[in-house]
C-alpha cells in the first residue's frame, strides 16, 4: 500500500492528495498518517506548496465523510450495525465500533464531531452517528473542517519537519492522539460538572423552578 501511495501522490500531485484522502475516509485501513507526511516530505523538496497539500487534503477527508454521515442520516443505526457486521470488513469497521461512536456522538454532541477529527480510529467513524443524531449539515461540515484542518495540518508539517524520514510519523503521532484524546474528555468532564454546579446553585436561588 505504501507504494501505492507513494506513486498517486507523485503522479497526480494535490489531485493525487485530495483523492487518496477521500478513500482514506471511505476505508479507514488507508492511512492518513502516510497520506499527509508524505506530502509534508515532498514540500519540504520543493516539489509542491504544503498550504496548497494542506488544503487538498482536507477537502478530499470532507468530500470523504459526507457519505458516511447520509448513511447515518438514512439507514439509522440498527441497520448500519446489520450491515457493518455484515460487510464491515472491507471498510476496517464493526457494529461495536459504530455504537462506541454513536454513544460518543450522543454525550459530547458538536463537540466530538470538532474534536475526533484528531483522533485516530475514531476521525471517520464519528461522521455515522452525526447523521444518525441527524445534526444539521452545515454545522457538520464546519465543525468538520476545522478538525480536519488542524490533523490534516500536524500530520504535514510532522513529514515537512521529518524529511525522509516522514514514515516516522505514525510513531509519534500515537502517544500525541491519546494525549489529545485524553485532554478532550477531561476537558468535556469539567465543562459538564461546571454547568451541573451553575444549575444546583440557580435552582436554590429560585426553588420554584
Known amino acids: 500500500m505504501q507504494e501505492w501511495i507513494i506513486n498517486i501522490t507523485n503522479s497526480l500531485g494535490y489531485l493525487g492528495i485530495g483523492l487518496l484522502m477521500f478513500l482514506e475516509n471511505l476505508f479507514p485501513p488507508i492511512p492518513s498518517e502516510l497520506i499527509m507526511p508524505l506530502a509534508g516530505f515532498t514540500a519540504s523538496q520543493g516539489k509542491m506548496d504544503i498550504f496548497l497539500a494542506i488544503a487538498a487534503g482536507t477537502l478530499g477527508t470532507i468530500l470523504g465523510a459526507i457519505p458516511w454521515y447520509y ?86 508539517y510532522a513529514g515537512f519537519a521529518l524529511g525522509s524520514n516522514y514514515k516516522l510519523v505514525d510513531t509519534y503521532i500515537d502517544p500525541i492522539s491519546k494525549v489529545v484524546l485524553a485532554a478532550i474528555a477531561i476537558a468535556l468532564t469539567v465543562f459538564i460538572l461546571r454547568r451541573t454546579v451553575f444549575k444546583r446553585k440557580a435552582q436554590k436561588k429560585d426553588p420554584s423552578s
Open 71 to 156: 448513511a447515518g442520516l438514512l439507514l439509522g443505526e440498527q441497520r448500519l450495525c446489520l450491515l457493518a457486521n455484515r460487510y464491515g470488513k472491507w471498510f476496517g469497521i464493526s457494529g461495536d465500533d459504530i455504537l462506541k461512536a454513536t454513544r460518543w456522538f450522543n454525550r459530547h454532541g458538536i463537540k466530538a464531531v470538532l474534536f475526533c477529527r484528531l483522533v485516530p480510529g475514531v476521525r471517520t467513524l464519528i461522521s455515522i452517528p452525526a447523521g444518525i443524531g441527524k445534526m444539521p449539515l452545515v454545522p457538520f461540515l464546519f465543525y468538520s473542517t476545522i478538525g480536519t484542518i488542524a490533523w490534516v495540518s500536524l500530520l504535514a
